[in-house]
């Protein structure tokens, strides 16, 4: 499939995938122990006491996020266009998407959520015991509002970007189902917790369908931050710490039946909303067979004034009758020159050049399925056994 420059493309989708796994762990890791012997070194303590630090725990947080912003866009090959094919616009922004965006987020902590309790059963049986949390405890004003912003703001710009942003885009080649569920699996492998296995991949098709309706990643994000910002708000305020009252079971009653309520109405408009994506002219011509242009029934090579600079203006010279260029031109046109002299005797239909550019799409598509492929696995492979070793340690 050839794409357009700047274009998400199969690969990128894997790549950034790759170094956002490879490198907060890699150089992530490198920055963090430099910030705890910093830090040991400002208050004369220890590096490991240094490491189990609030200071340290959230600016690795800040660290890792920052990374997988820098990776997302070095897998784009640059900052051209970059907002434009994330699909994250600050125009045309519409109450009712933000509304019913809340009242899913609404219904995804107070009510999927719960999911993770049965699943915690579920390992129970095999003698998992739920681990201590890595995040600092959220005890003082001032920890709550840094919470808010490394773990509420920076994951949901930073994740939503990599996720929503590249992976989704990139997986739609294939098609939605592909996109949406592909996405949600790495979204979950991500976080590498055997607890919350089930719900962040619920959160993750949550997030991708979202942004598959509204065409805009600003949504997805939103709600990204208010699962994180009310998962640490409830920590906060001390919901659900401490003994059961009368009041605290009612509380959680209410909060589940207006999560069961907004998610209903959430899922009901988002469900209605026309797929946006499909209307991407991109998207849609490169997954069908990687190759799509429009031009005339009659469309003879002219022998005079050729055109090399393929604007197809009608008011210049262009290749085809009636100023219709097709887009793989440019890119084909060098590879024929000097090989074959196309003019009207000798190549009176375009059979032979489609056939041509077919063969070399099938051919590149085929190269960059194994690339991204590989770019997928080896990843999936490092979170999986991550994923193994927390669930072990539960043991």
């Known amino acids: 499939m050839i794409e357009r420059k700047n274009e998400i493309g199969i690969v990128t989708g894997g790549m950034a995938y790759f170094l956002a796994v490879l ?14 012997d910093y830090y040991a070194t400002v208050n004369g303590i220890s590096q490991e006491v240094a490491l189990g630090s609030d200071f340290v725990l959230f600016a690795s947080l800040v660290v890792i996020q920052l990374l997988i912003v820098g990776v997302t866009i070095l897998a784009h090959k640059g900052t051209r266009n970059f907002m434009k094919n994330v699909t994250l616009s600050f125009k045309n ?28 059963e579920f390992l129970s049986l095999f003698g998992y015991a ?5 995040f600092p405890a959220i005890d003082t004003l001032g920890k ?15 994740e939503e970007l990599l996720f929503r942003g590249l992976i989704l885009r990139s997986l739609q080649k294939f098609s939605t189902k592909i996109a949406v569920i592909g996405s949600s699996l790495l979204f979950m492998l991500l976080h590498a917790s055997p607890l919350q296995t089930p719900y962040q991949f619920l959160l993750g098709v ?7 309706k509204t065409g805009n990643i600003l949504y997805s994000m ?9 998962a640490v708000s409830m920590e906060y305020f001390g919901y659900g710490a401490g003994e059961i009252t009368t009041f605290m079971a009612m509380l959680s009653l209410l909060l589940v039946v207006a999560g069961v309520v907004c998610l209903i109405l959430a899922l009901k408009y988002f469900a209605k909303l026309p797929n946006i994506e499909k209307q991407r002219k991109i998207i849609a011509d490169n997954s069908a067979d990687g190759i799509s242009y429009e031009q005339n029934e009659r469309t003879p090579f002219m022998e005079d004034n050729f055109d090399r600079s393929f604007q197809g203006n009608d008011n210049e010279p262009s290749l085809f009758y009636g100023g219709k260029m097709p887009e793989i031109a440019p890119k084909i046109m060098p590879q024929l020159e000097g090989r074959v002299l196309i003019s009207e005797d000798n190549y009176s239909d375009d059979s032979r050049l489609n056939s041509i550019l077919k063969a070399q799409a099938k051919a590149q598509r085929r190269s960059e399925i194994l690339l991204s492929s590989i770019l997928y696995v080896i990843p999936c492979l490092i979170l999986g056994a991550m994923w193994i070793t927390l669930f072990i340690q539960g043991l």
């Open 23 to 36: 490198i907060p762990n890699l150089i992530g890791s490198l920055m963090l122990f430099a910030i705890a």
């Open 93 to 120: 922004i519409k109450a009712k998407h933000v509304m019913y965006t809340v009242f899913m987020s609404i219904g995804a902590i107070f009510c999927l959520s719960y999911i993770n309790v049965f699943f915690m």
């Open 130 to 134: 739920q681990t201590p949390s890595p």
């Open 144 to 158: 709550y509002l840094i919470a808010l912003v490394t773990i509420g703001v920076l994951p949901a710009v930073a």
């Open 206 to 212: 949550i997030l991708a369908v979202i942004t598959i």
């Open 222 to 230: 939103l709600l990204h931050f208010l699962n994180n910002g009310i």
